[in-house]
């Protein structure tokens, strides 16, 4: 049984996670593996599910922290164990709070039930190649997020110039 592939996205406030998520959503490579969704907020109440693009894949949100933090673990838990329990879900999207500290998901595949039918794939980072230099000194979970990342997506790169 080939295991189901977790891709995270992490990037900070603004840089463009949710645009990346639904061009993903779009790509035949990603569509026809039935996607699932889990989407984190931060705050209590969930803003980018509403900007998510419509489809027939189960969805769901996280709230009032990051999935990387011990507060979510339950949660985040719980709704990789739906998606293995479904059966139909080949892929899964993990958008990470924009404030997120990323650490290994790792743990979560390597523990039961999970073991051997969910794989972490890659972490992507979404950096907004306009304001990152702005952002970056000043907020370490952005410096963070570009580093633990497996492949980093330039966003907005039509609003700098080539130097």
């Not at 977790?6 to 039935?34: C, D, F, M, Q, W």
């Not at 958008?95 to 997120?100: I, K, L, P, R």
């Not at 999970?114 to 230099?133: I, P, Q, R, S, Y």
């Amino acid at each position: 049984m080939t295991p189901v592939r977790v891709l995270a996205i992490t990037g900070y406030l603004g840089a463009g996670k949710t645009t990346l998520v639904n061009h993903l959503l779009g790509s035949p490579a990603i569509a026809e593996r039935n996607p699932a969704l889990i989407l984190n907020e931060f705050g209590t109440i969930g803003v980018d599910g509403r900007l998510i693009r419509d489809g027939q894949w189960r969805r769901y949100e996280i709230n009032s922290g990051s999935v990387y933090c011990t507060c979510t673990q339950v949660q985040l838990f719980t709704a990789l164990q739906s998606i293995v329990a479904d059966g139909r879900c080949g892929v899964v999207l993990i958008e990470a709070t924009g404030v997120a500290e990323p650490a290994d998901l790792e743990p979560y595949f390597e523990a039961s039930p999970l073991a051997g039918v969910m794989a972490m794939w890659a972490t992507l980072c979404v950096v907004d190649a306009a304001a990152f230099t702005q952002v970056a000194p000043f907020m370490q979970a952005c410096r963070r997020q570009v580093r633990a990342a497996d492949g980093i997506v330039i966003n907005k790169a039509d609003r700098v110039s080539d130097e």
